[in-house]
């Protein structure tokens, strides 16, 4: 796997075997339905898996990308990858349990990208407490990947969904504030 498009365009991505990435057509799409906020943007990957999704918003011009996995093994490749694409100065890495990452954030986010695994009912918890903490700018987007046939919430805590698209099996569903 690699980069799409941007400053990292064509660098290889390592992919822990035990973890489905994102793929090309579905990073491609999300980076065109942002597009207007990636400039200088403050982004979570919150369940950063190989990191696949932030490197590429940090590709494209993405200011500080905070990667997150509860895995120690997925957050090992995902530091392999960002070194790869050179941009340490970029990337904060952590390992934690996705609830605890969010109450440890002090910064405010322009996109959050929320990826976990498809079937763990994640995706209203931390959606609910990115809304109780505040941690979405005004202007911000959160970004769910899902199975298209589990259908998430047209709203869930502040956030209402403005999008809604399918690729294949997968779904994408965009919120911003109500």
Request: glycine share 6%; with cysteine.
């Amino acid at each position: 796997m690699r980069i799409n498009a941007g400053d990292y365009k064509f660098r290889r991505i390592v992919l822990p075997e035990d973890i489905r990435p994102t793929t090309e057509k579905v990073r491609e799409a999300i980076c065109s339905m942002v597009m207007a906020n990636i400039p200088e943007a403050n982004v979570l990957d919150l369940f950063a898996g190989s990191g696949v999704m932030g490197l590429e918003l940090l590709s494209r011009g993405a200011k500080h990308c905070w990667f997150n996995d509860s895995f120690r093994r997925h957050v090992s490749i995902v530091k392999e990858n960002v070194e790869n694409c050179c941009a340490q100065e970029k990337a904060t890495l952590t390992t934690k349990d996705f609830r605890k990452c969010l109450d440890s954030l002090h910064e405010t986010m322009d996109l959050i990208i929320l990826d976990p695994p498809y079937r763990s009912g994640y995706y209203e918890e931390a959606i609910e407490k990115i809304a109780e903490l505040e941690l979405l700018n005004r202007e911000g987007i959160i970004v769910a990947e899902h199975l298209y046939e589990i259908p998430l919430p047209e709203e869930i805590a502040d956030f209402k969904r403005i999008k809604e698209k399918k690729y294949g099996t997968i779904g994408v569903d965009l919120y911003i504030r109500g």
